[in-house]
């Protein structure tokens, strides 16, 4: 358990302290360390608290860091939720039996080895799913639109209306996400999250009481991120492919992905500025992806506000304002 010397930050600041919302849990991390905290079913909670490595040198390029970041961020999410699936006891089926493939691993690969298997086809199977959905699909449409209208649309209509596709189907995934009551649940825990983030950040003792009434929308949240990500894309694509006059929709696909790299590092600079300061400008630009986590943030009850409070609490650093933003 977290000493409570560490329970509030004294006066108002921002952190880097951020999580990620789980299957019946938080996964926090600081400067130092990374901790995965789950509700087990029989209410108890199991609490995973590592070191964190150390970052590269080329961390402190611009751009470059944005990339690594997602890059990390995403593998150890994946692996975070899986754990979580396995704590929660969502992946218990004593009553079904195991198929012959699934035998046969078990005979052939350690316990390690099918984790790492198993995480990587997962992070393989999410990045397709969202390249299908964000990148081919879009472009896919407005090659179709482009070649039936006669004469075609025209290449500022092109990347509008791939713009405008990939928002509404950004949009339309999340809506249906949080529709369904497994997912309504980690969105619940990723309100917990932002709630204890926003308590520590107003100088006030973690407590469930503190938190509670703190707000569910966080400026530097990871929807935020994804939500610019479509938004950097869109605008890099106009006035790219424009002038370039690009219009055939397997080269588009290509060069997306080419500019993907590219997206994230411009992504993540804007969002550290934007995070950073309180002008109204900043405030117009965090505007949209706040709305977004209207999709992606729900009301917790008092035991996950227990979680997050937990998982903050071992992740805050000795030295203080070690986590300052």
């Known amino acids: 358990m977290a000493e409570n010397k560490q329970e509030c930050c004294g006066t108002p600041y921002k952190t880097t302290c951020g999580g990620q919302a789980l299957i019946e849990g938080i996964l926090m991390q ?6 995965i905290v789950v509700r087990k079913p029989d209410g108890a909670l199991e609490v995973k608290t590592e070191d964190t490595p150390e970052r590269p040198a080329f961390w402190k390029i611009p751009f470059f860091r944005g990339v690594y970041t997602f890059v990390m961020s995403l593998y150890n ?33 350690s316990s390690d080895g099918m984790m790492r298997i198993m995480l990587t086809v997962s992070v393989l199977l999410g990045v397709g799913l969202a390249l299908v959905l964000f990148i081919f699909l879009p472009s896919f449409i407005v090659g179709v639109v482009n070649a039936v209208v006669p004469g075609g649309i025209g290449l500022w209509a092109m990347g509008i209306l791939e713009g405008v596709l990939k928002a509404a189907i950004f949009v339309g995934y999340l809506f249906l996400c949080s529709r369904m009551k497994e ?6 825990y990723h309100g ?15 407590t469930v009481e503190n ?25 890099l694509s106009v006035a790219l492919f424009t002038p370039l006059e690009i219009s055939n929709v397997w080269l ?17 600079e804007f969002n550290r500025f934007v995070g950073r300061h309180e ?8 505007a949209p992806g706040l709305w977004m986590q209207n999709f992606t943030t729900f009301e917790p009850d008092d035991s996950m506000i227990e979680v997050g409070i937990r998982a903050l609490q071992e992740v805050l650093p000795e030295e203080k304002g070690k986590d300052r933003w």
């Open 183 to 188: 997912i309504h649940r980690v969105f619940c």
């Open 30 to 35: 600081g400067p130092d360390k990374r901790c």
């Open 211 to 235: 938190v509670r009434w703190q707000p569910r929308h966080h400026p530097r949240c990871g929807t935020s991120f994804l939500f610019v990500v479509i938004i950097i894309s869109i605008v």
């Open 252 to 268: 588009r696909m290509a060069l997306h992905l080419l500019l993907l790299p590219v997206v994230m590092g411009v992504t993540y």
């Open 279 to 286: 002008n109204i400008l900043c405030r117009v630009l965090r």
């Open 77 to 109: 999410g994946m692996k975070a939720l899986m754990y979580s699936a396995e704590v929660s006891g969502m992946e218990d089926e004593e009553d079904a039996e195991p198929g012959k493939f699934e035998q046969w691993l078990s005979r052939h690969v």
């Open 192 to 206: 917990a999250e932002h709630k204890t983030i926003f308590c520590y950040e107003n100088g006030l003792p973690l």
